[in-house]
């Protein structure tokens, strides 16, 4: 027996000791490919050395002789922090992910063929000037530098996912970045979804005025009522199947809930406390780690320019230069309209067109599938765009026998020069200069909000287009692509794009709310992406007679809800400190008590309160007993709380109180019971979920930001090394927004939000700020990987200065590059 004991002993030290010794091979392997940032480095491409300075916060300083030297280095200082981000973003937009992941990204995969954007990528480059193509050259020339380096140096494949899912890496190419580009438009699309809602909620709810309740249109002048989808596309289906939409982490498509969003506003120097302008932005987008933005500053021959890049795209996006400052918000232009094409009732492989059927453009693809076979598909085109499976966003529940959906999208151009713009913007001097530089921006549409010293602007970039007036559902539903008049013709001209140059108030601002009240066909959209936070803005806005850089930055922390201040004395109105004190340990005692919460709550959204959670889940299940007997199955689309719409209900609007009455049920409905009743399943489920000591509940427990890695954020033990996690205030409706997942079992999870904050103060520029939500590293054992999220959950920023003394005073690391000639 004491023999055995200790072969049990040598044994178990044996494999404590293989153990030991096979983490430290793969911590070693991992932390190969950490970069070194204090290094003399050879490399082919340049004219001259470059120098990239890491100020403590880890942002690159980037200074060469000639602007193609400098975009040759942000090049390099991407690839060195983000070189895995990058390479799976241009994977996904060239629909290749399954030749590293398998058939988990399959239909991702499938999808992006489709939309062909590579190719249109390619097509691209050569419709972009000379400066811009010399760029984005100079950009790739510095990408695969970096490369070179990593293989020649053995640095580890330049990152640990690299080492893990074991690809080769292609060389970087400028049309590379111009299809990130337009995967970020991917990223920010909502209109095809909308559109499928909207034609699949009028086949459940024929009736026009209940129709508007469940999807009404944002306050301001009304538009002529349309048909009923039945009516437009006779021969679909009311009944057909709900696929809910559950994409893979790494796919672009998302719900219509998850398309762009952001906030930006600014002062003029009348509005300002020191007398210059002011510029707020903080653009919204899926939270990943790392986060999408990475902040970075260039010295270009025009003068320094600092703000947040795109890894792969080779411009600021948002920030400033000395002279000018520039945000951007999604400006929900309506860039996107599905078609029902005909088909030819003996030739399958043709499509009726308004002067006959004409055949399919057919082109074949071959995706590569790890540890699978070859998958082979026809990629179909129309002249309205290209054929999309059924399965996308349920267009097979609004497509007839004998029938295909296509699309059209101002992100399928072939001659795509929105990088050319943005380095024109780079360059721009003034508002004025900003505004022009903007005209060749095509997609994904936005709102650009621009200050210099004297002057604030907005102004809507991206093409629009041009509709007939006679458009059969107004780019509000899909209709038949074979009638002329349903069809794009051509572009509206840069000029007609809303603009604000210098308002008379001397503040202007978007929160993604309706911009401009025009008719079709002269209209930006009908589907605008806020109501509610704009009515918060305004508030902050009007009760200042001047504002200060720390009083934008109060509001773009602000987390107070108005739709929480406006709905719940609605939908309590009858509920308020009526009826005597129930007994403890009831269900009406429970209620009672959640209510004197309520009752005494300001609407703030504070992750250490608890009402916010007993609203929230309020609000949930009384949207969802609402709305589940009129539209069955199609109520999972709605999964978040539409405010107007609970409005709308609960003051009877046109009679939308009848949404109350249970159709299923004999006797008729009030809504207050209804309220009643929710508030009963809101608190079961928190009960059950977070405990019964109401008064112990935490927001921020149910409404954690997830900063998930989306390829191994779910792997077992690895996931609490590289998610970021984070107890976070805000909500869907407040102008710190923090959009929720939406979908059981977390359904409050933080998912949505500011990756980028920013602030410019242009009477002492030096004195603006920024921060992003993880950090500028992707590498999950860099201290760079995770040292700003802390700052950004606390609303801490860092400075955003072009002080190049002050960067070095702190710098983490100065990389210079030397050409290999030299």
Same mark, same amino acid.
């Not at 200790?6 to 178990?12: H, K």
């Not at 940032?37 to 050879?42: A, E, F, P, Q, R």
């Not at 067109?353 to 006959?356: E, H, K, L, N």
């Given at each position: 027996m =004491?023999?055995?004991f ?10 404590i ?7 430290a091979?793969?911590y070693?392997l991992?932390?190969?490919s950490l970069?070194d ?6 490399v082919?491409? *340049?004219s001259a ?7 403590? #916060? ?6 060469g002789?000639?602007d ?5 280095g942000?090049g390099?200082?991407?690839? /060195?922090?983000?070189?895995? /981000?990058?390479?799976?973003?241009? $994977?996904?937009? !060239?629909?290749?992910?399954?030749e ?18 590579? +190719? ?9 000037? +000379?400066?811009?193509?010399?760029a984005?050259?100079?950009?790739? +020339? ?6 070179a380096?990593?293989n020649s140096?053995?640095? @580890? ?5 690299m080492?893990?899912f ?9 049309a ?5 580009t337009?995967? *970020?438009?991917?990223?920010l699309?909502?209109h095809?979804a909308?559109e499928?809602i ?5 086949? +459940?709810?024929?009736d026009?005025k $209940?129709?508007?309740?469940i999807l %009404?249109?944002?306050?301001?002048? @009304?538009?002529a ?16 199947n709900n696929? %809910? *939409?559950n994409?893979?982490p ?6 219509q809930?998850?398309a ?6 600014a002062?003029?120097?009348s509005?300002?406390a020191?007398?210059g302008?002011?510029?707020a932005?903080d653009?919204h987008?899926?939270f990943?780690?790392p ?13 320094g320019?600092i703000?947040g890049?795109i890894? @792969?795209?080779p411009?600021?996006?948002t920030?400033?230069?000395a002279a000018?400052?520039?945000g951007l918000?999604?400006s ?6 599905v078609?029902?094409?005909?088909l030819?009732?003996?030739?399958a492989?043709e499509y009726r067109?308004?002067? @006959?059927f004409?055949p ?5 693809s071959i995706?590569t ?6 998958v ?30 296509s ?9 795509d020069?929105?990088?050319g ?6 360059? =721009? ?11 060749d921006?095509? =997609?994904?549409?936005q709102n ?9 602007a907005?102004?809507?970039i991206? #093409?629009m ?6 458009h059969q559902?107004?780019?509000r539903m899909?209709? %038949?692509g ?5 069809r794009?013709q ?5 000029a ?9 108030g001397?503040i202007?601002?978007?929160?993604n709310?309706?911009?401009?009240? $025009? ?10 992406g806020?109501?509610?936070?704009v009515q918060?803005w ?12 720390d009083s934008?930055i ?12 406006s709905l719940?004395?609605?939908?309590g ?13 009831t269900p009406? $005692?429970?209620?009672q ?8 709550w ?17 609000l949930?299940s009384l949207?969802?007993?609402?709305i !589940? ?11 978040h709380?539409?405010? *107007?719409?609970i409005?709308r ?6 009679? #939308?109180?009848?949404?109350c009455?249970?159709? !299923?049920?004999?006797?008729?409905e009030?809504?207050?019971?209804m309220a ?11 009960n ?6 109401l008064?112990?509940?935490r927001?921020?427990?149910a409404?954690?930001a997830?900063?998930d890695? /989306? ?5 077992p033990v ?5 998610n970021?996690r984070?107890?976070t205030?805000?909500g869907?409706?407040t102008l ?8 059981l079992p977390?359904p409050f999870?933080?998912v949505?939000g ?7 103060d ?5 004195s ?7 950090? !500028?590293?992707g590498?999950?054992?860099s201290r760079?990987y995770d040292d700003?999220?802390?700052l950004?959950?606390r609303g ?19 990389t210079?590059l030397?050409?290999?000639s030299?």
């Open positions: =004491a023999l055995i200790r072969w049990l002993i040598r044994l178990a030290a044996v494999l000791v293989l153990c030991v010794l096979t983490v091979t793969v070693w991992a932390a190969r970069p940032y204090t290094d003399d480095v050879s082919e491409g *340049l050395p470059v120098e990239i300075v890491r100020d403590n #916060a880890n942002v690159p300083h980037i200074f002789q000639t193609a030297d400098v975009f040759f942000l390099f200082a991407h690839a /060195q922090d983000r070189m895995w /981000q990058m390479i799976t973003m241009r $994977r996904t937009a !060239q629909g290749r992910l399954s590293v992941f398998g058939t988990a990204t399959l239909e991702v995969d499938k999808l992006m063929r489709r939309f062909d954007l590579y +190719a249109l990528s390619v097509q691209s480059v050569q419709a972009l000037d +000379a400066r811009t193509t010399s984005l050259e100079a950009y790739a +020339a510095g990408v695969n530098a970096r490369l380096q990593i140096e053995a640095l @580890g494949r330049g990152a640990p996912e080492l893990l074991n690809a080769p890496m292609a060389p970087w190419r400028p590379d970045s111009i299809a990130i337009k995967l *970020l438009g991917v990223q699309s909502g095809l909308a499928v909207r034609a699949r909620t009028s086949l +459940a709810l024929p026009e $209940r129709l508007l309740d %009404p249109d944002s306050p301001g002048s @009304g538009i009522a349309l048909p009923e989808y039945a009516e437009l596309v006779p021969g679909v289906s009311k009944f057909a696929i %809910p *939409l994409p893979h790494l796919s672009p498509f998302k719900k809930a998850f762009g969003a952001s906030n930006a506003w002062a003029a120097p509005r300002s020191s007398g302008t002011l510029l932005n653009p987008l899926g990943t780690a986060a999408v933005w990475y902040l970075a500053r260039l010295e270009l021959a025009s003068g320019v703000g890049t890894p @792969g795209m411009v600021v996006l920030g400033r230069s000018l400052g520039w918000t999604s929900y232009l309506d860039d996107q309209d078609y029902v094409e005909e030819n009732p003996d030739n492989q067109t308004p002067d @006959g004409k399919f453009v057919n082109k074949s995706i599938v790890k540890d699978a076979d070859p082979t598909l026809t990629l179909r085109w129309t002249d309205n765009g290209p054929v999309l499976p059924g399965s996308h966003y349920n267009l097979a529940s609004i497509t007839p026998p004998g029938h295909v959906t699309l059209n999208w101002t992100v399928l151009s072939a001659r020069t929105s990088l713009a943005a380095m024109a913007l780079m360059e =721009a001097k003034s508002v004025d200069e900003g505004i022009a530089a903007a005209e921006y095509i =997609a994904p549409s650009l909000t621009l200050v210099d010293r004297e002057q604030i907005l102004k809507t991206g #093409a287009p041009r509709r007939d007036a006679n559902s107004q780019g899909p209709s %038949p074979w009638i002329t008049a349903n794009w051509g572009m509206m001209p840069f007609s794009n809303p603009e604000f140059v210098a308002p008379v001397g202007l601002g978007n929160t709310n309706k911009t401009v009240d $025009r008719p079709f066909p002269n209209h930006v959209s009908f589907v605008w806020d109501t509610q936070r918060r305004q508030r902050l806005m009007q009760t200042r007679q001047v504002h200060t850089r934008f109060e509001a773009q922390l602000d987390t107070i809800s108005f739709t929480a201040r719940l004395p609605l939908i109105a009858e509920l308020w400190f009526t009826g005597e004190a129930a007994p403890d340990g009406e $005692r429970q209620r008590r959640a209510l004197i919460l309520l009752a005494g300001s609407g703030e959204m504070n992750e250490h309160l608890p009402e916010p959670l007993i609203y929230a889940a309020w949930r949207q969802a007993r609402l !589940q007997d009129e539209l069955g199955p199609l109520a999972e689309e709605f999964d709380v539409q405010p *107007l719409f409005e209900v609960f003051r009877d609007v046109d009679g #939308a109180g009848v949404w009455d249970v159709l !299923q049920s004999a006797r008729i009030d809504c207050a019971e009643r009743l929710a508030l009963d399943d809101a608190l079961l489920w928190v059950e979920t977070y405990g019964t000591q008064e112990s509940l927001w921020g427990d409404h954690q997830t900063h890695h /989306q390829v191994l954020g779910d792997v690895l996931r609490y090394f590289v970021i984070q107890s205030s805000g869907d409706n710190q927004r923090g959009r929720t997942k939406g979908t977390d999870q933080n949505h500011a990756g980028y904050r920013g602030v410019y242009f009477a002492d520029p030096d603006s700020v920024f921060v992003t939500s993880t950090g !500028q590293s590498h999950f054992l760079h700003l999220a802390q950004w959950r801490e920023y860092i400075p955003m200065s072009l002080d190049a003394d002050l960067a070095r005073a702190a710098a983490v690391g100065v210079t030397t050409p290999a030299q």
